[in-house]
């Protein structure tokens, strides 16, 4: 069918920096339960839209068309990246309408963000998608999906950052110059074009306004920004003990132990088994004695068992919970426990059975919920026959119940949102005296709201290393601060230089998790030798040492939507430099990376934005802005602290729950004041501000404080003083 004009279109301004457009092919439809946008009613602004472009005045013009709002219908031939089972059809109705809205697109600018991907950071030119998978053949360079789903497009070049959400749960496609150098493409199924615009100075204001938008970071507790260890293969609950048990003789910081999905009874979700994992209860109390939490991970497919006292599926059947078939028959597919059935969390009394669910988990100890499969991931064969092709949900399964009544192939995307969100409601349900901590693989734009997210099953690949910055700087950009990859990688068998290498960057990832898979050789930190051990050991202590900073970052994150993980661009605006290197990160406004993402290499070439930085490691600084090789020897990754940094870190602990020992504060002079805000929990604010050398808390401060020079820093105790620290 050929391309026909769009009938229908509204518009309307949200937010002084906000506008949203819309374009359809019939009435528009009404808000449902899961829309994840917050704002939506009219507001004054100074935005102008004449039907072919978008101005507002503080910027000029933001977006201009390059024809009308089109649509056509189009079958599941049409669309090869949606990945659907054998002989599926698109389902009748909005899914088989495509509609497309063809952008001028910005020469000028440089185009981020569109959340989790297998590429550089900057996305032009190329064609991406937005429908979550788990492919099994792993993950590959220029994959069009991967298991989230964020079509939020981000271009930014000095003096304006412009984000575009796509508010389709639908499956859609990003072309940013492939098809037309000049063109930005943007198409979706369900008949309509929900667009918001969001325009800013830099990208700070940007990720705060797309958090007014979508919500903001839940806040982690504070173990949960301390180093996780895990292995899918941890077979029993002594081996646990004596997991954490090597970690603490060795004197290297841990937090949190993940179980995988060996401590499950024949892989019942809610389940622990009866002889490897005897008294879950017990092992839990035992890790927090030694400040050790307990995760474990939750899939969605739930045993088809009906028949043996399994309550989760007997009463997720008796009250409607799963999804159905046409024929009102459950649902079932392959997973992890062979026929398994699928909570429909699209409706809310499903989303509250589910959250009581986890109840089972955290009467034993349970700290952290670990959600897993949530594309869904569905297989084409049982598992237990060994491992098969993916056979996702057909689009046509109905979900949802009332007003908010639909199809599979509109909220697929949001499957794994939606099921974290029902974690996180029922852990704050059950535990409201704690703060709830949900990991996530799938998600979409508003996650943020319930869930830190890992990057899924990465390989033990230089490659995948390289790729890692890109990865977790896009997803901050997209309004996911708390994310992590795989340390050492997932699949096949890491080395010591590697694994090393990601150590030294992983201390400035926002989650922090080594994790491998069945049948890979152990990559425990100790595993590599002891000269390795050494090293990885101080820097895992690293990480412990700055937690003060990384907590600062964390409620800065929550309270703004500002991310930790940042690309050069993000606190350099006005570099046209900066852009370029995409290997270098910033975390927080302070610190710089430049990890080395290739074998043998002990020196880099590395970027200085202007102003001084002061190396980490030695007595040596640099003028920005410029390039300049610096060497990087095993255990020194290229590690530089901007001038005026103020930096709140502590003694070496093993946990986050020791007693904090020591209060200091690293500060590195500069020709104007830095200042740090320090909250303590009565909410009280001080600031500790450096001038020329002179140190000064506003209000004062009663304690007694201890000034040192260590190299370019002037070290600054603060005795007695065990408030947070934040900047």
């Keep these: 069918m050929t391309w026909q004009p769009a009938s229908r279109h509204s518009q309307q301004a949200i937010h002084p920096y906000i506008y949203r457009l819309r374009f359809g092919v019939e009435e528009f439809r009404p808000r449902r339960s899961w829309n994840v946008t917050l704002l939506e009613q009219d507001c004054p602004s100074a935005f102008e839209w004449d039907g072919l472009q978008l101005r507002h005045t503080d910027f000029g013009t933001l977006l201009r068309l390059r024809q009308a709002p089109d649509w056509r219908m189009v079958t599941l031939k049409e669309l090869p990246e949606l990945l659907a089972r054998p002989g599926d059809a698109l389902p009748e109705g909005p899914a088989r309408q495509q509609i497309r809205l063809v952008l001028q697109r910005d020469l000028e600018a440089g185009y981020y963000a569109l959340g989790q991907r297998m590429s550089s950071m900057r996305r032009d030119p190329g064609v991406y998608c937005n429908w979550s998978l788990d492919l099994p053949a792993g993950h590959y360079r220029g994959m069009p999906s991967l298991y989230q789903a964020h079509p939020y497009l981000v271009a930014h070049r000095p003096g304006l950052a412009l984000g575009m959400f796509l508010n389709s749960t639908w499956f859609s496609r990003f072309d940013l110059g492939h098809g037309h150098e000049d063109e930005i493409a943007i198409t979706t199924q369900g008949g309509e074009i929900d667009l918001y615009v969001l325009a800013a100075e830099n990208p700070a204001d940007l990720c705060a306004l797309l958090a007014d938008l979508t919500g903001r970071a839940a806040l982690p507790p504070g173990w949960a920004l301390g180093f996780h260890q895990s292995r899918w293969g941890y077979q029993s609950q002594d081996e646990i003990v004596s997991l954490v048990d090597e970690f603490r003789q060795r004197q290297i910081p841990l937090d949190a132990v993940h179980l995988d999905i060996d401590y499950m009874d024949e892989f019942r979700s809610f389940t622990f088994h009866p002889q490897r994992f005897p008294d879950p209860e017990g092992l839990s109390a035992g890790l927090r004695e030694k400040g050790v939490r307990l995760v474990t991970i939750i899939d969605p497919g739930i045993r088809f068992d009906l028949h043996s006292g ?80 993916q056979n996702p949900i057909p689009l046509a399964t109905a979900q949802g119940a009332g007003e908010d009544s639909t199809v599979h192939a509109e909220l697929h995307n949001l499957y794994g949102h939606q099921m974290a969100q029902a974690t996180y409601e029922g852990l704050a349900r059950l535990r409201p005296e704690e703060r709830p901590w949900v990991l996530t693989r799938s998600a979409f734009v508003g996650t943020q709201r319930y869930a830190a997210a890992w990057m899924g099953d990465n390989q033990s690949w230089w490659e995948h290393l390289a790729l890692t910055l890109p990865q977790l700087t896009s997803m901050g950009l997209s309004g996911s601060p708390f994310v992590g990859v795989d340390i050492g ?234 408030s947070v620290v934040c900047l």
């Design 310 to 389: 399994y309550p989760v599926a007997r009463e997720g059947a008796l009250h409607g919970h799963f999804l159905r078939n046409p024929d009102g028959s459950p649902f079932s597919g392959y997973c992890w426990p062979d026929s398994a059935l699928f909570t429909d969390y699209a409706r809310a009394d499903s989303r509250a059975w589910w959250g009581e669910q986890q109840r089972s988990l955290t009467e034993r100890g349970v700290s952290g919920i670990w959600v897993d499969m949530n594309e869904p991931a569905v297989f084409s064969s049982p598992f237990s026959q060994g491992f098969s092709q």
């Design 489 to 722: 990688g997932f699949f096949g068998n890491t080395h010591a230089e590697l694994f090393e290498r990601w150590m030294e960057q992983a201390v400035f990832y926002p989650f922090m998790r080594n994790h491998s898979a069945l049948g890979t050789r152990a990559q425990e930190p100790w595993r590599f030798g002891p000269e390795v051990e050494e090293r990885v050991r101080g820097h895992i202590g690293l990480r412990y040492r700055l937690l003060p900073y990384v907590e600062t970052l964390a409620w800065q994150a929550h309270r703004h939507g500002w991310p930790l993980l940042r690309p050069l661009f993000y606190d350099f605006p006005l570099d046209t430099e900066g852009p370029l290197y995409e290997d270098q990160a910033m975390f927080g406004p302070w610190i710089m990376l430049a990890p080395i993402a290739h074998p043998g290499h002990r020196q880099r070439m590395v970027y200085f934005p202007e102003g001084r930085w002061y190396d980490f490691w030695s007595e040596r600084f640099v003028d920005g802005p410029g390039c300049q090789v610096w060497p990087a020897p095993l255990g020194q990754m290229p590690l530089f602290i901007r001038q005026g940094a103020c930096l709140p870190v502590v003694g070496l602990r093993q946990s986050t729950s020791e007693p904090v020992q020591k209060n200091i504060w690293w500060l590195f002079p500069g020709p104007q004041s830095s200042q740090g805000l320090r909250i303590n929990p009565e909410g009280e604010e001080y600031h500790v501000c450096l001038s020329s050398g002179q140190v000064c808390f506003d209000p004062p401060v009663a304690a007694r404080v201890v000034v040192r020079r260590d190299r370019h820093r002037v070290e600054m105790e603060v005795d007695g003083d065990e």
